[in-house]
């Protein structure tokens, strides 16, 4: 692959479209669609920025015995989508606080233990090249509605029998929740 050019197409609020031009190695000329968060993409080193811009929050009660999922309406897909409690790092903030602050803005829980931190990696690696931290640990507290008028979130604690239920039964999970969570469960 060989990378010719980068485009912007249209600015947002919060993503950036581009269209990246390449050659295949067979030489064919190719368009790829993406999105960023970055809104000033000007070459490939750009493209593959290696900054985290999101934490995602994977949490178990104190005894291990739950876990906390999210069920919020997004738009993107036009229905309630099932996922980890996630949200965009501020300006200024480490990955940590990052996470204590969206854990509680979106279920009222305090994050009382980390118990791992993994590396960064991507979020949707077909349409953008945003990374995301992962988080996980112990949360506590009592569950309160999100902060935001512009989230419509329930959480709640799942055991691992509900989430095997859910496993079978759902298809509105999102892909990394839905592969932790079966991991979880079964104990693979």
């Known amino acids: 692959m060989e990378f010719k050019s980068i485009e912007k197409v249209h600015q947002g609020k919060f ?23 970055n809104n000033d993409c000007k070459n490939f080193d750009d493209v593959k920025s290696d ?3 999101a934490v995602v929050l994977i949490m178990h009660d104190k005894d291990n015995t739950k876990i906390l999922l ?9 229905d309630v989508a099932i996922n980890f409690p996630a949200g965009l790092i501020d ?14 803005e979106e279920t009222g829980l305090t994050l009382t233990e980390v118990k791992a931190k993994w590396p960064s990696s991507y979020s949707a690696v077909g349409v953008m090249n945003e990374r995301s931290e992962v988080i996980i640990g112990v949360a506590e507290g009592e569950f309160a ?10 959480a709640a604690w799942y055991t691992k029998d509900e989430i095997k239920e ?14 932790y969570c079966y ?6």
């Open 70 to 78: 999210n069920k919020e309406f997004r738009m993107a897909v036009g």
């Open 183 to 188: 991991m979880w469960a079964y104990g693979a």
């Open 145 to 154: 509605p999100s902060t935001s008028d512009e989230e419509e979130i329930e």
């Open 51 to 53: 900054k985290s811009e």
């Open 91 to 104: 300006p200024g903030e480490d990955v940590e606080t990052a996470a204590k602050r969206e854990l509680w």
């Open 166 to 179: 859910m496993l079978k039964t759902s298809t509105k999970f999102a892909a990394r929740t839905q592969a």
């Open 15 to 37: 993503i950036t479209r581009y269209d990246l031009t390449y050659e295949t190695v067979k030489g064919n000329t190719k368009r790829y669609e993406m999105i960023s968060r």
